[in-house]
């Protein structure tokens, strides 16, 4: 029996605002609609209970690749010598906790991921993992509504500001993405050519003979002029900005957590810092990811994810230090307060892969993150308490009205948070 709060609310409420953002009118209709989540394993969640979660309603359109060549991954065969087997796919990441919420909202959403470990967007585009990789074609297989472009971590910020800071490697393929995804002509190129000379190539650090290779891009058969695209702006790294030492899986970790890498020295070897806050890694990765959206149009917009956790640690909610102990190994803040990152320190833990799904929803279907209530269920599954879920809704839910997006509240789905998977606010 539909609650009477619902009647007449949750499905016109929803298609409207599923409108008014990233994806067409339709969203409740038979057909579903296609998101492709494009990343790595700040995607696909890296540990459990993220990595896993929700596999089932989502398309792993790389656990296939894996099964006939994980060289390069850490999802070997469990029992394979030497070989790390601490992400085994199918996986579920934050595209699964995006995917129950769609569903909690009663929309109709089919949701895919093509993701690796350590991929940058070149690595995608130009499928350099390895030659079972074919992740590009991944992006081709079919027509998209949406597609959600994430970047190596580091790679945005400015030279010399990260390991694998090149901004302008990051540029450049998020742009051919965007063309390939919406035009979708064939291309042939050489990098030179791309970066527009051979010293701005090599200055990606890319090597003269690489720079000169010639690059046949076969045309896109579902490109899409339709298809909304968006950048997910990336989150400021702890292990980026306090003093500590430099870590290693632990092969014999189920989960492949930190362990001081002794390999060099037994003492262990100090990290390189390229910052002193995570709010000044923030501002640049900010300025990055918003000042491509404004210089390409062809761009539907920036999901704030790595502003959604920075406000979290100005309100106190999250720690912005304290994560590692005196002697240089990892340390839990405590204090009360939710911590965004894992044990590494650079991927999400559950809350921040929550909030990066939160953020995320709010940006694509244009419903405020607030509606999905304490009693939602992805929290409850992570293992997430009501009220830290309440709260990381409402970090989400002010970051995207921040970032100027117009958001629809649903109150009947705040209240009662399984009426839209039934159908019952109608």
């Not at 970047?151 to 901004?167: I, T």
């Not at 629809?408 to 399984?418: D, G, T, W």
Request: with cysteine; proline share 8%; net charge negative.
């Amino acid at each position: 029996m539909p609650h009477p709060c619902c009647l007449g609310g949750l499905v016109g409420a929803a298609a409207a605002a599923f409108t008014a953002l990233a994806l067409p009118a339709g969203a409740l209709a038979a057909e579903p609609l296609a998101v492709l989540f494009v990343g790595n394993s700040y995607t696909f969640g890296r540990v459990a209970p993220v990595l896993n979660y929700n596999a089932a309603a989502v398309h792993d359109l790389t656990a296939a690749f894996n099964a006939i060549s994980p060289v390069g991954t850490s999802s070997y065969p469990v029992g394979t010598a030497g070989k790390p087997s601490y992400e085994p796919h199918p996986w579920g990441g934050v595209p699964g906790i995006f995917k129950k919420f769609t569903d909690e909202a009663g929309l109709n959403v089919e949701v895919a991921l093509s993701t690796r470990n350590a991929a940058t967007l070149r690595g995608h585009f130009l499928n350099t993992a390895n030659p079972a990789w074919d992740l590009r074609g991944n992006v081709a297989s079919r027509a998209w509504d949406a597609v959600v472009l994430q970047a190596q971590s580091d790679e945005p910020l400015p030279p010399g500001r990260g390991k694998n800071a090149n901004p302008a490697g990051f540029a450049a393929y998020a742009r051919q993405f965007e063309r390939y995804i919406h035009d979708g002509a064939a291309q042939s190129y050489t990098e030179t050519q791309l970066f527009g000379s051979l010293a701005a190539c090599e200055a990606t650090r890319l090597a003269a003979a690489t720079c000169g290779l010639l690059r046949q891009i076969p045309a896109n058969p579902n490109a899409r002029a339709a298809t909304r695209i968006f950048l997910e702006q990336t989150w400021a790294r702890p292990d980026m900005v306090q003093a500590h030492l430099v870590t290693t899986p632990d092969l014999n970790s189920p989960s492949g957590a930190p362990v001081v890498d002794t390999s060099t020295d037994p003492n262990g070897v100090a990290a390189k810092l390229y910052y002193s806050d995570l709010t000044g890694m923030t501002a640049d990765l900010h300025a990055a990811f918003y000042g491509l959206a404004a210089s390409s149009p062809g761009f539907a917009g920036v999901v704030p994810v790595g502003d959604a956790f920075q406000r979290a640690v100005n309100q106190g909610l999250a720690p912005g230090s304290g994560f590692y102990a005196a002697d240089g190994t990892y340390a839990e803040p405590g204090g009360g307060t939710i911590d965004l990152w894992w044990l590494d320190r650079t991927h999400p833990s559950k809350y921040g892969a929550y909030l990066s799904a939160l953020t995320l929803f709010g940006s694509l279907t244009g419903i405020d993150p607030w509606s999905l209530g304490a009693s939602e269920q992805a929290a409850a599954e992570l293992g997430i308490a009501p009220a830290d879920a309440l709260k990381l809704q409402r970090v989400a839910s002010e970051q995207l009205y921040a970032a100027g997006l117009a958001l629809r509240r649903i109150p009947c789905l705040h209240a009662h948070p399984h009426a839209g998977q039934a159908g019952a606010c109608r």
